[in-house]
């Protein structure tokens, strides 16, 4: 295999011989834009990738050429392009479990006065692909694209617990690795889901991640070849405290996830509403 040519001026090695270095750069680009960003200038890009400036700017040029990017020629900054828009929004409405999964979680945020999400993992963290809101005043204000952390949140959690033991490993090694001042904790709430898991059917984390959120969480693989996903039920502790999720929106959650897993299996007489 060629080597890729040392530059003597400081930039990134050319990759000329190496396609899929600049796929995987370009893609770690858009990666960077994160639900709560409108915008981003090229010294935000620069630190969210790790990439050299020079690399940078060939490859936003590159994005915003196909339309995966925007450029505001007067702001100097980037936003996410229609093409990457059409390519999302083409992935969540293909999607059969996001589909049947709208029904059974808009119900269960009307039912519990909190929030739902259903997401799926991303690195170390969990992305929401759907969400559904109660008719309360006060609720999350998370939607699709938000990012959670993966150990802290019940989402996340429910996900790890319903992994194969030698990928939830590699994931914990992961975290371990970026944060190695947190394993103890880590593997204290790892631990204790497990058993929540194993004995509730489901994961509740109490301030975990906000010190003002609770939230239950479960997880599962559905039979239609889509990968593992995890559904959500969350708010403030005003309105689910601790006894609540643990007696009435956790038990829901599990019934819901049933309903889900019957509607995707095809059932002519799926689970009702409780």
């Not at 906000?210 to 309105?239: E, H, K, M």
């Amino acid at each position: 295999m060629r080597k890729r040519a040392l530059p003597v001026d400081g930039t990134e090695p050319i990759e000329a011989s190496n396609p899929a270095a600049s796929l995987t750069r370009g893609l770690e680009i858009l990666r960077s834009f994160t639900a709560s960003d409108s915008t981003l200038g090229n010294q935000e890009l620069i630190e969210r990738t790790g990439l050299p400036k020079a690399t940078v700017s060939r490859l936003t040029a590159t994005l915003v050429a196909l339309g995966y990017l925007h450029y505001d020629t007067q702001l100097g900054r980037y936003s996410i392009g229609p093409a990457t828009v059409s390519l999302g929004y083409s992935a969540l409405s293909s999607s059969a479990v996001v589909q049947m999964a709208q029904p059974i979680l808009q119900d269960l945020a009307d039912r519990s006065g909190v929030a739902t999400a259903l997401g799926t993992r991303d690195g170390l963290e969990m992305v929401y692909l759907a969400n559904y809101r109660s008719q309360s005043p006060v609720s999350l204000r998370l939607n699709v694209g938000s990012r959670l952390p993966i150990w802290r949140t019940a989402m996340g959690l429910a996900y790890l617990a319903e992994m194969r033991t030698e990928a939830r490993d590699e994931v914990v090694a992961q975290i371990v690795a970026r944060a190695p001042d947190q394993e103890a904790r880590l593997r204290a709430t790892l631990d204790e889901a497990l058993e929540s898991y194993a004995t509730l059917g489901f994961v509740a984390t109490f301030g975990t991640w906000y010190s003002y959120i609770n939230a239950v969480g479960i997880a599962f693989r559905p039979t239609d070849g889509s990968p593992l996903v995890a559904i959500t039920c969350g708010g403030i502790v005003d309105i689910i405290p601790r006894e609540v999720c643990l007696s009435r929106v956790g038990p829901d959650l599990v019934h819901a996830a049933a309903r889900l897993r019957a509607r995707l299996n095809g059932d002519p007489n799926p689970v009702p509403a409780p």
